[in-house]
């Protein structure tokens, strides 16, 4: 009889991770798999399904304007109720950190199936930064049964919390499955994409390309405008070089990111791109200044050093490995950094050739291999 699993996610980055999951597993005819989207993200999550041509089996489409972490997390919960009495799954799958995978966890803990912790064990060790993502992981952590630690250092984090080492794998980070899939993919000769070729046209190729991104919370206000005052100084001081930078809808961000860099030449403003010109633009990139967890992973892949402007990491294993730049929200720091990437090739190269320590591309294999091998139920 064929073992059951239920993949559920709900954000962009979520899916992205999940993405290549969903297909390894559809391929594998041991298994009958089954796809439930929350919808915690709407359209964002939407163009991911697309290009890596997944179709859920169940969308909750639970996306409301300005919900909070209240109603959303009871919303899930309640939702996912009729989908497990459904497909009565012996896995279920969830991702990092998002309040769905923690609303999801629970709701599949009641149901009494196993729960798949992907991306496991990762830890700031403080639960209120960032905020929610640190206390949902570390929950999730609680209720999972079986825990996929990107890392070393994440499994050694969990066995730290007592978690069984049986029911912990290695694996990689299936976001790098997603990326080298996706890059061949927006690479290919029949690939055609309208964000791609707006891009061709407002960005000089012959130029270093900085690319930015920025949307946590904890960044909202004085340090994003710190942010701002290093990006409007980088561009002052460097002409020739292209600030592009895609700024996300929340008006905490979209206010002062336009009010601070409007009308600088060679500063550009787009709206958020769709997963498939990310990664083409990461690709083209000189250096990445992001505040995003996934960015840390993807960017050592594709040889781009990274400055996260974060006080912390729950990723510190590319700092270690010298991958990425931790600077916080430094306006000093920050010009410091990319001035010292534009100026030294030396100092840049040798960065970009470091080894990244989240995986190889083969995270998925692993997981479907550990989950085809339990005597589950025995």
């Not at 609680?142 to 912990?168: G, M, R, W």
Request: charge should be negative; charged fraction near 25%.
């Amino acid at each position: 009889m064929k073992k059951k699993n239920l993949i559920v996610f709900g954000t962009r980055p979520e899916a992205i991770k999940m993405a290549p999951l969903v297909r390894e597993f559809l391929r594998n005819d041991t298994f009958e798999t089954k796809v439930c989207v929350t919808a915690q993200h709407r359209e964002m999550l939407d163009q991911v399904l697309d290009f890596f041509e997944i179709v859920p089996d169940y969308d909750l489409n639970l996306m409301r304007p300005n919900q909070n972490l209240y109603s959303l997390t009871a919303t899930i919960i309640e939702n996912m109720k009729p989908v497990l009495d459904e497909v009565k799954p012996d896995f279920v799958y969830v991702h990092g950190d998002t309040t769905t995978s923690m609303a999801v966890g629970i709701a599949a803990f009641y149901s009494g199936a196993k729960i798949c912790h992907v991306e496991a064990g990762l830890r700031t060790f403080d639960r209120q930064y960032p905020f929610p993502e640190e206390f949902n992981r570390q929950l999730t952590g609680k209720i999972a049964d079986y825990h996929f630690a990107p890392t070393n250092l994440s499994n050694n984090n969990l066995l730290a919390e007592n978690i069984s080492e049986e029911n912990i794998l290695v694996t990689g980070n299936t976001v790098i499955d997603a990326l080298l899939y996706g890059i061949e993919k927006v690479n290919s000769e029949n690939f055609k994409d309208e964000e791609i070729e707006k891009l061709k046209t407002v960005l000089d190729f012959q130029n270093e390309i900085i690319l930015v991104t920025g949307h946590r919370r904890e960044n909202h206000g004085e340090g994003l405008i710190k942010i701002c005052s290093a990006l409007k100084s980088i561009a002052e001081k460097n002409p020739s070089v292209q600030i592009i930078y895609p700024v996300h809808l929340n008006p905490n961000v979209l206010k002062p990111v336009h009010e601070l860099l409007s009308g600088i030449s060679n500063i550009i403003l787009t709206e958020p791109l769709a997963y498939p010109a990310f990664i083409w633009l990461m690709e083209k990139s000189f250096l990445i200044i992001t505040d995003s967890g996934g960015i840390q992973e993807e960017a050592p892949s594709l040889g781009k050093p990274v400055l996260v402007t974060r006080e912390t990491t729950e990723r510190p294993e590319a700092v270690e490995e010298g991958t990425v730049l931790l600077v916080g929200t430094d306006t000093e720091k920050i010009i410091v950094e990319t001035q010292k990437f534009l100026d030294d090739s030396a100092y840049y190269k040798k960065m970009t050739q470091l080894h990244n320590p989240y995986g190889d591309g083969k995270a998925t294999a692993r997981i479907v291999k550990f989950i085809k091998n339990l005597n589950h139920g025995a």
